[in-house]
């Protein structure tokens, strides 16, 4: 016998309670922040208020300037911390939601290791925030399949009948509709993370089209804090931006080609050879 919706409720909040104290407990035991260059930086609560989100320039740039000297006496506490609030706003998605491209951007800004030669984009930047979109993912789907059922039929009934009547038109093919809701914006991250859970989509295929579909827009978030770590560090350089970005979008678009569903793709190669002139016509 499932879960009532009071007790899904109560262990959703009880979950959420738990994240917090692990929260609570690692700031308080981490080394202190330099206060000159951290008075003005945003809080847990500042971020579910929505801080982050109303002006996230302003609140990436107060985070570099903090982070960026705590870090270099204390790389793993910064590293968890920032890896750990990327993962915990994921599962706990409606009170984080707009959080990720922020949280993006500042890895860009505060990572420089692991640089491929020709761009210096991190590398490390991109495994941090890759992985932690799928694993918040990830966590926000396995608690969703334990406890979410009862509270999504009852407070999103109407989302969850647009989501089945989408998964009509892939024919059965759970494994394209899986990468359709990721690059779509028909429904927010967080309710993909939560629904599918509900609506039988294998984990191996929520997994996997999670950590394809996230790439392009990782690339393109960590690339913009590498440039804003530049022009803070360097000033402006308009030819090293010009080449960072052109090769930000080549990258994006390489990557974002397996997205396209086969049957589109197949409709796009025909139209190009059409209007080419590489079709035979056929003999009449």
């Known amino acids: 016998m499932g879960l009532s919706l009071v007790q899904s409720l109560c262990m959703y909040a009880a979950a959420m309670a738990l994240a917090v104290a692990v929260s609570m407990w690692f700031v308080w035991t981490a080394p202190p922040l330099p206060m000159p260059q951290c008075a003005e930086i945003v809080t847990p609560m500042d971020v579910v208020r929505g801080a982050l989100v ?29 890896w750990g609030m990327y993962v915990v706003f994921k599962i706990f998605g409606p009170f984080g939601a ?8 500042l890895i ?17 930047a991109h495994l941090l925030g890759v992985s932690g979109e799928v694993f918040g993912g990830v966590g926000g789907w396995l608690m969703s399949y334990a406890i979410g059922r009862e509270i999504l039929l009852h407070f999103a009934a109407e989302k969850m009948a647009r989501l089945k009547q989408e998964m009509d038109k892939f024919d059965g093919s759970l494994f394209r509709y899986m990468l359709f809701l990721r ?27 999670s950590a394809l ?7 393109m978030s960590i690339a913009m804090g590498g440039m804003l770590r530049d022009v803070g560090e360097t000033g402006l350089d308009i030819a090293k931006m010009a080449k960072r970005g052109s090769m930000m979008a080549a990258t994006m678009g390489v990557l974002s080609l397996p997205l396209i569903p086969s ?7 025909a139209r190009l050879k059409k209007a080419l002139g590489w079709s035979k016509e056929k003999e009449t």
């Open 263 to 269: 049957d589109d793709w197949a409709k796009g190669m």
């Open 98 to 105: 707009g959080t990720s491209m922020v949280l993006s951007v």
């Open 54 to 82: 109303r002006d996230p320039q302003k609140s990436i740039i107060d985070l570099w300037n903090c982070l960026r000297e705590y870090k270099k006496d204390h790389w793993w506490h910064t590293t968890a911390g920032i």
């Open 213 to 219: 579909a996230i790439q392009p827009a990782a690339c």
């Open 108 to 124: 860009g800004a505060l990572y420089d290791e692991w640089a491929e030669p020709f761009t210096q984009y991190s590398l490390l």
């Open 183 to 209: 690059v779509s914006p028909l429904f927010p991250n967080w309710f993909v993370n939560y629904a599918t859970a509900i609506i039988g989509m294998p984990f191996l295929y929520f997994s996997v089209a």
